[in-house]
């Protein structure tokens, strides 16, 4: 049995900017209106769902409301270097420098802010806040940048 929420219709969506180092033109500061859809695979429960359609959606409207109307930054990043001086961040990277007011920056601590990686971190905050049941065997979590093209993380729960 599966379920699947598709944030673009219920409205699990967030706009942010991101930039990729040395990837061509996504090195440059840009921005995505995102939208998260999830897949929840398993065993019906005695009560005869899979998952809380509600309190699931609430928590992933929670997580993409706070990355929602800022700048994606990645602590992990190799190629990046981020600084705070004074309420403001500075970003380094190839040639480029940022300075950002700190209040419009959400720091991830992730390697890249790819839609691979931000489906990884918000499955992973999900995980952090939700109670999975046992008979849920797996949930995958999709970042889409646009219509027709996102990536998935999947995450098998239990076996």
Known sequence: ????????QVNIRFSSSH???YHGKCSRMHGHDYAVRMIIEGDLGEDFMLLDFVETKKILREIVDY????????????EVDVNEVEAKVLISFE????????????????????AEKLSEYILNK????INIPKNI???TLCVDEGPGQGACYEKVVYK
Request: glycine share 2%; net charge negative; charged share 35%.
């Open 19 to 21: 930039f990729i180092p």
């Open 95 to 114: 040639d480029k420098d940022y300075v950002i007011p700190v209040d419009d920056v959400v720091y991830l601590d992730i390697e890249s802010t790819t």
């Open 137 to 139: 065997k797996k949930i």
């Open 126 to 129: 999900l995980l952090e806040k």
């Open 1 to 8: 049995m599966k379920i699947e929420i598709d944030g673009s």
């Open 67 to 78: 990355l929602d109307h800022h700048v994606l930054v990645p602590t992990k990043s190799k």
